[in-house]
T-cell receptor, first 115, second 120 residues
Framework: DVKVTQSSRYLVKRTGEKVFLECVQDMDHENMFWYRQDPGLGLRLIYFSYDVKMKEKGDIPEGYSVSREKKERFSLILESASTNQTSMYLCASSLSEGLSSYEQYFGPGTRLTVT | AQTVTQSQPEMSVQEAETVTLSCTYD???????LFWYKQPPSRQMILVIRQEAYKQQNATENRFSVNFQKAAKSFSLKISDSQLGDAAMYFC?????????????????FGRGTQLTVWP
């Protein structure tokens, strides 16, 4: 089975701190994604990556950056955390070709609270 | 960008009954894919069912089936014989074949979700 893991289930940080959220997948997927999930807003795409060292902005990239140095790992970085970044963060991965590319596999999520 | 609309923030159903969750989307593309994802409480999001737009036949996975109306841009999920384990947040999603910049990543656009409660 595909496994997507995220470094923390719950995280509490202070305003202004630099925050790293890590995501690892074990199925050699080319594509990786970071979403944030807020009540009543669904999932919104922050950034995605289709290859090592490649990245593209999603719908809400402001205040975030990403890093993909290895194929299996995709990091989301909050350079200076703010209270409006309190949210659930979901990582996902998928293949880039073939029928299997149609499914994104999700991690368990990290609930980040910024105080 | 494509938009996906789930007009029912909450739905409820009695165990063993049938419930239908609604989803509409807006697109100018002819080839695309539609999905229903399920997110149980405190658990990971999983794929429930997938529909290819070029297929006229509605997808079915056991108790889950869809009613895909391409002209109406409607994609509803029917859950038959509802079980307590079906209680979850359900998200409808659209997969484009190209991103806005022309790359073939196939990103997903999600609706805002429908919270399904199943009563015993």
């Amino acid at each position: 089975d595909v496994k997507v893991t995220q470094s923390s289930r719950y995280l509490v940080k202070r305003t202004g701190e630099k925050v790293f959220l890590e995501c690892v997948q074990d199925m050699d997927h080319e594509n990786m994604f970071w979403y944030r999930q807020d009540p009543g807003l669904g999932l919104r795409l922050i950034y995605f990556s289709y290859d090592v060292k490649m990245k593209e902005k999603g719908d809400i990239p402001e205040g975030y950056s990403v890093s993909r140095e290895k194929k299996e790992r995709f990091s989301l970085i909050l350079e200076s955390a703010s209270t409006n970044q309190t949210s659930m963060y979901l990582c996902a991965s998928s293949l880039s070709e073939g029928l299997s590319s149609y499914e994104q596999y999700f991690g368990p999520g990290t609930r980040l609270t910024v105080t | 960008a494509q938009t996906v609309t789930q007009s029912q923030p909450e739905m409820s159903v009695q165990e063993a009954e049938t419930v239908t969750l609604s989803c509409t989307y807006d697109t100018s593309e002819s080839d695309y894919y539609l999905f229903w994802y399920k997110q149980p409480p405190s658990r990971q999001m999983i794929l429930v069912i997938r529909q290819e737009a070029y297929k006229q036949q509605n997808a079915t996975e056991n108790r889950f089936s869809v009613n895909f109306q391409k002209a109406a841009k409607s994609f509803s999920l029917k859950i038959s014989d509802s079980q307590l384990g079906d209680a979850a947040m359900y998200f409808c999603a659209y997969r484009s074949e190209t991103s806005d910049r022309g790359s073939t990543l196939g990103r997903l656009y999600f609706g805002r979700g429908t919270q399904l409660t199943v009563w015993p």
